[in-house]
C-alpha cells in the first residue's frame, strides 16, 4: 500500500509485521499473536502485524521508566522544542496522516483532517505550556516562613486508546506529558494500530534531530486487553490515561486503584440536546446534522438524543427527515460524501440490536437505519442514519450505542427536558439551542446539565483543544486537553521554608 510506504511505518512486502516500538534504535517486531488490520471502507486487509508479547510489554515499561529519568532533568521549555518540532512535522503529513485515518477507521477526509488538526493544535498548546507550569506561593502562618507549590513530572505515563480518534486522543495525553516531563506508552486499539505506527515514525523521525532526548520518551505497543491489563497492574506507571467503553474504563479503574495509581478516564457519553420553542431552527438543524452523524455517529460526544419542546417536534422533524433523506453516504475518501462506514460488522449488529429494542419499547422509525450497499465497498458496513421517536423512559436510550442513531423525545416543560437529559448514567457533552437567556443560563447552572461539556448553540461534538475535555458519571470524571488538565501528568509538592533563627510550630503548638 502507497500511502503505508509513504509514512515509513515498518513494511515487509505490503505487509505490516511491526508491531511494538521501542524508540528509533531499537526497533523490535512484535513477537506476540497475530493481528489483522481491515480497512472498515471494504474490509480489505491492510496490515499483518504481532501484538508485543508479555515480555516485550515488560521492556517497553523498563524502558520508559529509563527514559523518565532522563527526561524529568531536560528544562520543560527544551522538553517544549521538541514537541513543536513534532507539531510541524505533523503538520507537513497532515494530508497523508488524514488519508491514514480514513483508510483505517472510515471516518470521512474532512474529520480527519480535523483530527489530525486536533494533534497539531495541541502540540501548539504543548509548547506554550511548556513556559508555564507553573505552582502558588502561599503566605505562611509562620513568621520568616514561606509556603508553595510545585509541579514536578510525575512518571511513565500509559495512554490507552480508542478506534475513532485513532492520533488525536494520544496526542492530547502524549504531548502534555511529554511537555510535563513523562515518558508514554500507548496502546492504540486493536482496530488502528497503524495509525499509531505512523505517530511513532514521525515521533522517531524527529528524535533524529533531538538526540538529547531519551529515544524511548514515547513507545507504542500493540495489543489487546491482555497488553492493557499488564500495563494498568504495573507499578511503575503511575496515571494510566483511557478512552473507550464504560466496560473497559472500569477494569481500568479497578486495575488501577486496586495499587491505588491514578486512572484518567474518558469512557462513554449519551449525549442530548435540548431544543426549546425559542431556538434558530435552521442553526440548530445544522448542529444537529453534524453531531448525529458525523463520525457516522461513533464519536463519544456524537449526539444521541435530542430532547424538543412538543410545540416544535413535529417541525424540526420534518426539517431533519428531508435533511436526513439527502445524506451523502459512502466511501469516506469521496470529498462528496459526508456519512462513511461503522468500523465493522459487530458495530452494525449492534446498531440493529439498539433499533429493535428501540421498537420493542414503542419507539417509532421516522427514518433510516437500514444497510447501504456501495459499489465496489461491499465488505464495508454503510448505514443509512436512523431517528427513532421515543419515550424518555425506555431502556434503550440510557446506553451508548456507538452508531448513527438519533432518539427523539418531546417535553413539555423546562424542568421536565433537564431531568430527561440528566437521566442517563452518562455525562460526558450536552447542548441547549436558545434564545431565550434565562433558560440558557439556567442549562448551564448548577441545576441544569450534569455533563462536562454544556454548549449554548453548538452541537455536542467537535469540542476544541483549548477547553478541559471529558465528563461526569459514568464517563469517568477525567478532563484532558486544554484548561489545567496538565496537572493530571504531574505530582504536586507542597514545600514550607523557613529563612528565620526560631521554629515555631504551626497552629500555635508549644512542644517543651
Ligand atoms: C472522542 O470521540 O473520543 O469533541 C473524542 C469532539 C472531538 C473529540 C472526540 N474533538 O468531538
Redesign the pocket.
Known amino acids: 500500500n502507497q500511502l503505508i510506504d509513504q509514512l515509513d511505518i515498518y513494511t515487509d512486502k505490503n505487509a505490516i509485521t511491526m508491531a511494538a516500538v521501542m524508540g528509533s534504535n531499537n526497533r523490535h517486531e512484535g513477537d506476540g499473536d497475530p493481528l489483522t488490520v481491515r480497512s472498515p471502507i471494504d474490509g480489505s486487509v491492510i496490515g499483518q502485524l504481532k501484538m508485543a508479547s508479555e515480555v516485550q510489554v515488560e521492556q517497553a515499561i523498563a524502558h520508559a521508566r529509563e527514559a523518565f529519568l532522563v527526561l524529568r532533568t531536560i528544562p520543560a521549555p527544551k522538553r517544549g522544542e521538541f514537541i513543536r518540532e513534532l507539531g510541524n512535522r505533523f503538520r507537513k503529513q497532515k494530508q497523508l496522516l488524514a488519508e491514514l485515518i480514513t483508510l483505517e477507521c472510515g471516518k470521512i477526509l474532512q474529520e480527519s483532517l480535523?483530527?489530525v488538526q486536533?494533534v497539531i493544535d495541541i502540540c501548539d498548546f504543548a509548547v506554550g505550556l511548556s513556559r508555564q507550569l507553573h505552582g502558588l506561593t502561599i503566605v505562611s502562618e509562620r513568621p520568616d516562613h514561606r509556603m508553595m507549590e510545585q509541579w514536578l513530572p510525575l512518571g511513565p505515563v500509559a495512554v490507552i486508546s480508542?478506534f475513532?480518534?485513532p492520533m488525536?486522543?494520544w496526542a492530547w495525553n502524549a504531548m502534555l506529558a511529554i511537555v510535563c516531563g513523562d515518558s508514554v506508552i500507548w496502546k492504540p486499539s486493536e482496530k488502528t494500530p497503524l495509525c499509531a505506527l505512523a505517530c511513532q515514525s514521525i515521533i522517531d523521525q524527529t528524535l533524529k534531530e533531538f538526540p538529547e532526548m531519551p529515544q524511548a520518551l514515547s513507545q507504542v505497543v500493540v495489543g489487546d486487553h491482555v497488553v492493557g491489563a499488564q500495563l494498568t497492574h504495573d507499578t511503575r506507571i503511575p496515571l494510566v490515561s483511557a478512552?473507550g467503553s464504560v466496560v473497559m474504563g472500569k477494569k481500568v479503574a479497578q486495575a488501577v486503584g486496586s495499587r491505588l495509581g491514578r486512572s484518567l478516564l474518558?469512557l462513554g457519553?449519551n449525549n442530548g440536546m435540548i431544543v426549546t420553542p425559542s431556538a434558530d431552527k435552521e442553526l440548530a438543524l445544522r448542529a444537529i446534522v453534524f453531531?448525529a452523524v458525523?463520525?457516522c455517529g461513533?464519536?463519544?460526544?456524537?449526539l444521541r438524543r435530542l430532547i424538543v419542546h412538543d410545540t416544535i417536534t413535529d417541525d424540526l422533524l420534518g426539517r431533519l427527515v428531508t435533511t436526513y433523506s439527502h445524506l451523502p453516504i459512502g466511501d469516506p475518501m469521496d470529498a462528496t460524501k459526508l456519512v462513511g462506514p461503522l468500523i465493522d460488522e459487530q458495530a452494525f449488529e449492534l446498531m440493529q440490536i439498539a433499533m429493535q429494542q428501540a421498537k420493542q419499547a414503542g419507539g417509532k422509525l421516522i427514518c433510516g437505519g437500514e444497510q447501504v450497499t456501495i459499489e465496489g465497498k461491499e465488505g464495508g458496513f454503510y448505514v443509512a442514519p436512523a431517528i427513532i421517536e421515543i419515550n424518555a423512559e425506555a431502556a434503550v436510550i440510557k446506553r451508548e450505542t456507538f452508531a448513527p442513531i438519533l432518539y427523539v423525545i418531546r417535553y413539555q416543560d423546562f424542568s421536565q427536558a433537564i431531568s430527561i437529559h440528566n437521566g442517563v448514567p452518562q455525562g460526558l457533552?450536552s447542548a441547549i439551542f436558545t434564545t431565550d437567556l434565562q433558560e440558557a443560563e439556567l442549562f448551564l447552572s448548577v441545576v441544569g446539565s450534569d455533563c462536562g461539556?454544556a454548549n449554548v448553540n453548538i452541537g455536542?461534538?467537535?469540542?476544541?483543544?483549548g477547553g478541559a475535555?471529558g465528563g461526569e458519571k459514568e464517563t469517568g470524571g477525567g478532563r484532558e486537553?486544554g484548561s489545567d488538565a496538565w496537572k493530571n501528568y504531574m505530582r504536586r509538592t507542597t514545600n514550607t521554608i523557613n529563612y528565620g533563627n526560631d521554629i515555631p510550630l504551626a497552629q500555635g503548638i508549644t512542644f517543651g
Not at 298 to 302: L, M
Not at 460 to 465: D, L, N
Open positions: 480535523g483530527e486536533e480508542a475513532n480518534f488525536a486522543v478512552t474518558e457519553g453531531s458525523g463520525t461513533q464519536r463519544c460526544t456524537s457533552s461539556l455536542t461534538s467537535g469540542a476544541e483543544i475535555f486537553s
